[in-house]
């Protein structure tokens, strides 16, 4: 049996009415702005999304380029862009500029609307769907575009409830939609990177195993951060690893380190980026 094999059935009620709304409104779509995250951006790649959008022009857009490790994610980059994709890498919390978005996205308007024009018809506003897993940034993005706050924003899966357009400009309106995931998570380490990240809930995956497989990660690529964050003695036994964690933190609770909180704290050092820049897809 292969061991990087899991079954993680995850997939809420709420995403399949999503990804059957996304389909019924297809057809009123000119372009898709696909969201993923540049630490994981292999595992936050729904590859469901391919067959609900279709062939339409779509820019796959990295965020939180600012958390990830950009030596390994610009090699994703490349990746995306040897299989014909349109990216763009942003940073969304540190610089509101959505001008390298914009250099992508105004020739697809502009090649719709003269399609439009040769057939006859009136320009107008393009229709963009935001599509993505959970916590990629979707919201965060659209405020920047919008330039005030529209969408709901918060650091945890399922923020986004319903399917809403949003007007930005003359130019284009967006369809914000709530994450969606694949009905069943098989490979384990996506599933980890996945959960390591937020895009799942904690309760799929139990917080010990999610903040074990961020040390194991860190230590396989990122040693240096770990040991800098927590100030490591020894990194050759995780037991001790953790203890350290604990005592770092003041995790102690009737003088024996509280290990629940020490995973808690992991697991959110990793998502406020006071890990370093990292990237766990390879």
């Known amino acids: 049996m292969n061991e990087n094999k899991t079954n993680i059935n995850w997939y809420p009620g709420h995403m399949a009415k999503t990804k059957r709304e996304i389909k019924e409104k297809m057809d009123l779509i000119d372009i898709v702005f696909e969201v993923i995250d540049a630490r994981i951006p292999l595992s936050s790649k729904n590859e469901d999304i391919n067959s609900i959008i279709d062939k339409k022009p779509r820019i796959l857009i990295m965020t939180k380029k600012d958390l990830c490790d950009e030596s390994v994610t610009n090699k994703w980059k490349l990746y995306y862009e040897d299989k014909g994709y349109i990216v763009v890498m942003m940073d969304l919390i540190n610089n509101t500029s959505m001008k390298s978005l914009y250099d992508k996205v105004n020739p697809l308007i502009n090649n719709m609307n003269k399609k439009r024009v040769d057939k006859g018809l009136k320009e107008r506003k393009a229709r963009i769907l935001v599509i993505g897993v959970p916590n990629v940034g979707k919201s965060t993005l659209i405020n920047r575009l919008v330039g005030r706050k529209s969408a709901n924003v918060g650091n945890r899966p399922g923020v986004t409830k319903s399917l809403e357009w949003i007007r930005i400009n003359d130019k284009m309106e967006l369809l914000d939609t709530p994450g969606i995931l694949w009905p069943k998570i098989d490979n384990k380490e996506i599933a980890y990177n996945l959960a390591s990240m937020t895009a799942i809930k904690e309760e799929v995956l139990n917080t010990d ?30 037991i001790d690893i953790l203890d350290d964690i604990g005592k770092k933190i003041g995790a102690i609770k009737s003088s024996e380190v509280d290990y629940d909180r020490v995973y808690l704290r992991i697991i959110k050092d990793l998502r406020d980026g006071y890990l370093g820049k990292i990237t766990f897809d390879r």
């Open 209 to 238: 195993e999610i903040a074990i497989y961020i040390i194991n990660t860190l230590l396989k690529y990122y040693k240096d951060n770990l040991i800098e964050r927590y100030s490591l003695s020894s990194i050759d036994d995780l």
